[in-house]
Nanobody, 128 residues
Framework: QVQLVASGGGLVQAGGSLRLSCVVSGRTLDRLAIGWFRQTPGSEREGVACLSGRGEDTYYGDSVKGRFTISKESAKNAVYLQMDSLKPGDTAVYYC?????????????????????WGQGTQVTAHH
């Protein structure tokens, strides 16, 4: 059983940076697609950044391209989301997700329904 623990959220001024971490247990990251999603009250969970199981493909939501970077560290079985130039519109609860799938990551990242394993959320708040 795959378990994920997310951390790193917090309160930051607009323009600042945060790095979210997601530690995976239960299996290695090998062939495991990883995604970061975010959700605000009353809205659906939105795919922010995803990394394919072999690590060769990434997908970023249009609103975060050029500002967010997803990466993984196999030695620590961890995945990260570096968030730079944060905007108030980035304020949300952020979740990491994992799935064994051969589906193209560009498709997987567009819907939370393709992911079965989720970590708890971590709140990110960017203010003026």
């Amino acid at each position: 059983q795959v378990q994920l623990v997310a951390s790193g959220g917090g309160l930051v001024q607009a323009g600042g940076s945060l790095r979210l971490s997601c530690v995976v247990s239960g299996r290695t990251l090998d062939r495991l697609a990883i995604g970061w999603f975010r959700q605000t009250p009353g809205s659906e969970r939105e795919g922010v950044a995803c990394l394919s199981g072999r690590g060769e493909d990434t997908y970023y939501g249009d609103s975060v391209k050029g500002r967010f970077t997803i990466s993984k560290e196999s030695a620590k079985n961890a995945v990260y989301l570096q968030m730079d130039s944060l905007k108030p519109g980035d304020t949300a609860v952020y979740y990491c997700a994992a799935e064994l799938s051969l589906m193209p990551i560009q498709r997987m990242c567009r819907s939370a329904e393709y992911w079965r394993n989720w970590g708890q959320g971590t709140q990110v708040t960017a203010h003026h």
